[in-house]
């Protein structure tokens, strides 16, 4: 009988690394799957989707703001030490963070540093995110790269959210 107890022992941990295994694949392809909006058919996706798309359009054609005859603003929607309504004019580059540095700072325990910033490319606002620890949302969607900004668009860090308007 003792002979048998080592491979006993050794087959039902073997058959808990597999379950894991199998948990941990099922919880990344849910989670995969939430953030695209469904599952993801990787032939026709790559083609299919422009690389400026969110979640709200389709791509730029419905045009970002164009910031030369424009007032592009950050209207804070809630914010940890912010009044609600809070209005920040978007002229040049804008970071956002918990640092000293950053042009909107964040009192918000789950804003990094230098978390993510606003700027201008050509005649559009572009949002990064500057590898934060908790990431930072497009219309609920997570950056990945950056990504233009268009009017109506929700920016989340955190606890933190702000609607980007133009004027």
């Known amino acids: 009988m003792t002979t048998l107890e080592p491979v006993s022992v050794a087959l039902k941990f073997g058959f808990l690394v597999v379950l894991y295994l199998f948990l941990l694949w099922v919880s990344r392809s849910a989670r995969r799957d939430l953030r695209t909006g469904g599952p993801v058919d990787e032939r026709s996706s790559s083609s299919a989707i422009p690389p400026d798309a969110t979640g709200m359009y389709s791509a730029s054609t419905l045009g970002s703001a164009d910031l030369s005859q424009r007032t592009p603003r950050l209207v804070v929607e809630r914010a940890p030490g912010h009044d609600s309504g809070m209005i920040y004019d978007l002229d ?18 789950f804003a990094s540093a230098r978390h993510a910033r606003i700027y201008e490319q050509g005649n559009i606002l572009v ?5 934060s620890t908790n990431g930072t949302y497009l219309n609920e969607e997570l950056l990945e790269t950056p990504r233009p900004l268009h009017p109506g668009d929700r920016l989340r860090i955190g606890d933190s959210e702000f609607a980007f308007e133009v004027d």
């Open 127 to 131: 949002v990064e995110d500057l590898g």
């Open 92 to 109: 040049g580059e804008l970071l956002l963070g918990r640092g000293d540095h950053a042009e909107i700072r964040l009192e918000d325990p």
